[in-house]
């Protein structure tokens, strides 16, 4: 079946310092992807849906400089959260669709964000 | 933004159990989806129902759609502990581009 990877699962990085996050489609092209953040016990927040060669939409109350979002590829979307801080910790989760809209939708297995 | 609003929050059975779980939506939408998540992991999967379908099963999950007042449930059967997890309903919000917003999701312990 379809499969998203994302890298890495896991990352400690320093305040300040700027930490980037993959996600692949594996077999299968994906146009849109988008990028999730869960706090713990909490459900999944959309923060932007990752558009193939164009500028990512972000939902309202996400900083675009904070949160930036590249999808070089049609199998490739990043997220790179820029001069991380504390409160930036938690789990990031991309997910991307196979073939046309209202299809299955698939997820990442997501990546843990800790600011130290 | 959340779109669907699961009830109960939090859920507690015995093994052999049914169990079902509830989700309310605001928007139109093409379809709903439901997920499972092991805690600390990503999202699994379990079923999509569109909106022009009311029921749909898959092995021990039973899915219902009601549009009329936007809502959705999802049974268990024959519950094990294995399927102790955080379940989430999932819409599209009936958007082109399958933009999936969540509820805040049910917490599931199955107890052996």
């Known amino acids: 079946g379809a499969v998203v990877s994302q890298h890495p699962s896991r990352v400690i990085c320093k305040s300040g310092t700027s930490v980037k996050i993959e996600c692949r489609s594996l077999d299968f092209q994906a146009t849109t992807m988008f990028w999730y953040r869960q706090f713990p016990k909490k459900s999944l927040m959309l923060m932007a849906t990752s558009n193939e060669g164009s500028k990512a939409t972000y939902e309202q109350g996400v900083e675009k400089d904070k949160f930036l979002i590249n999808h070089a590829s049609l199998t490739l979307s990043t997220l790179t959260v820029t001069s991380a801080h504390p409160e930036d910790s938690s789990f990031y989760i991309c997910s991307a669709v196979q073939g046309v809209a209202g299809n299955t939708i698939y997820f990442g297995e997501g990546s843990w964000l800790t600011v130290v | 933004s959340q779109q669907g609003e699961e009830d109960p929050q939090a859920l507690s059975i015995q093994e052999g159990e049914n169990a079902t779980m509830n989700c309310s939506y605001k928007t139109s939408i093409n379809n709903l989806q439901w997920y499972r998540q092991n805690s600390g992991r990503g999202l699994v999967h379990l079923i999509l129902i569109r909106s022009n379908e009311r029921e749909k099963h898959s092995g021990r999950l039973r899915v219902t759609l009601d549009t009329s007042k936007k809502s959705s449930s999802l049974l268990i059967t024959a ?17 082109s581009y399958d933009k999936v917003i969540f509820g805040p999701g049910t917490s599931l312990s199955v107890i052996p």
Do not use: E
């Open chain 2, 79 to 95: 519950s094990r502990a294995a399927d102790t997890a955080s379940y989430f309903c999932a819409t599209d919000g009936g958007t």
